[in-house]
């Protein structure tokens, strides 16, 4: 049985009526930009988040930047960051002239390790000035331990800037209550790339905020810093979200809740069909309700490269982020990082194996994949 990583079709089945008719009233309607139906998924994803205000913007890629461009974070800047994920995350620091700085991940849930941000801040306070923000990333759909990383950033005054471009849904036990993942920090932002939990029919994203001020901002730049049109106090970008985007969203954003709900079920099978292997099954740092699975990451140490082959000829998609960390990328090498220097991160990259998650995977597939990593260590 051929079993893919992610399938889109699967889902499409199963909601088409509903996307078909969403993507005419836009192609009817004719307001392709804006309008009506961006309002109605901005205010609908803020109550989601637990938020005062979202905007729809072009893509996850582009909430992150423009967060950054909003908290004025340029030239010579650091920002505080996590080596283990998506190039985005450091890639729009880069943009904007900044430097990025590594600090190393828990190696349980390969979020970055908040005690170590902490110890960073701590260690390097002539540099403290210089950290115009912190973004750490909510990796797979599980939280990062966002407290000590927000009582830190509150006493050297720095904003958070919430990486929550997998974690649509997710839930963190704060101290001050639950708190939905992007809701926390000075801006939160997520994108809806198609193999997202709620994934769109091509790019798009949303930046949440509580902040009256810093929304206005955001919704200038966005816009080319316009405000009002054609009047420009700002140098923004085009960073707007498409109207057929945010139709398709809509209709998909009633089914989130029950999507991520069977994915958390196809995690639990998953444990329980691994429970006696030699894998590291994904931990639960807070409460499987709290996590809303993106991927499904396991860990094959010094065998990953036979576990992928044997994967392969049973048919098994899979896949491997992130196989080379943020900080031994070619493109940040004058930064000075060399192997060693992040050791949790670099084994993660040596190490997982992602395998399918998606809701519509059936349990006779989920069976198939179990019996293939058995048969593998057997």
């Known amino acids: 049985m051929k079993i893919p990583l992610l399938d889109l079709q699967a889902q499409f089945a199963g909601i088409s009526d509903e996307l078909e008719a969403a993507v005419l009233e836009v192609l009817r309607g004719t307001r392709y930009i804006g309008g009506a139906k961006v309002e109605a998924l901005e205010e609908q994803l803020a109550d989601y988040a637990g938020s005062r205000h979202a905007l729809g913007v072009s893509s996850g890629t582009d909430a992150l930047l423009i967060s950054l461009m909003a908290l004025e974070v340029g030239v010579d800047d650091l920002v505080l960051t996590t080596p283990y994920s998506f190039f985005a995350t450091a890639g729009v620091v880069a943009r904007l002239g900044a430097r990025p700085v590594f600090v190393d991940i828990d190696p349980r849930s390969y979020n970055i390790d908040s005690h170590a941000l902490v110890d960073w801040l701590e260690a390097h306070p002539d540099e403290v000035a210089r950290v115009k923000a912190i973004l750490p990333v909510h990796l797979y759909g599980q939280c990062a331990d966002l407290d000590p990383i927000l009582e830190a950033a509150d006493r050297h005054g720095i904003p958070v800037v919430e990486d929550a471009a997998q974690a649509i849904g997710a839930r963190y036990p704060s101290g001050a209550g639950e708190r939905r993942a992007g809701s926390m920090g000075a801006t939160g932002c997520f994108s809806f790339f198609p193999s997202k939990n709620l994934g769109g029919i091509g790019d798009g994203g949303i930046v949440v905020t509580d902040d009256d001020a810093l929304c206005q901002k955001l919704a200038s730049l966005r816009d080319h810093g316009a405000s009002p049109k054609y ?148």
């Open 231 to 378: 009047f420009h106090a700002l140098v923004g970008g085009n960073f707007r979200l498409d109207a057929i985007q945010a139709a398709v969203l809509l209709a998909k954003l009633p089914h989130l809740e029950r999507w991520n709900a069977e994915r958390r079920a196809n995690a639990a099978y998953y444990d329980e069909g691994f429970a006696a292997l030699e894998v590291v099954t994904p931990s639960i740092t807070w409460k499987r309700d709290c996590h809303v699975y993106n991927q499904y990451v396991i860990r094959v140490p010094g065998r990953r490269d036979e576990f992928r082959a044997f994967l392969a000829e049973r048919e098994i998609g899979h896949e491997v982020y992130y196989p080379v960390p943020l900080h031994l990328q070619e493109c940040f090498a004058k930064l000075g990082y060399s192997k060693g220097d992040l050791p949790n991160s670099e084994a993660a990259a040596e190490q997982t194996v992602a395998l399918p998650i998606y809701p519509e995977l059936g349990r006779e597939m989920q069976a198939e994949v179990i019996a293939a990593v058995r048969d593998f260590y057997a």
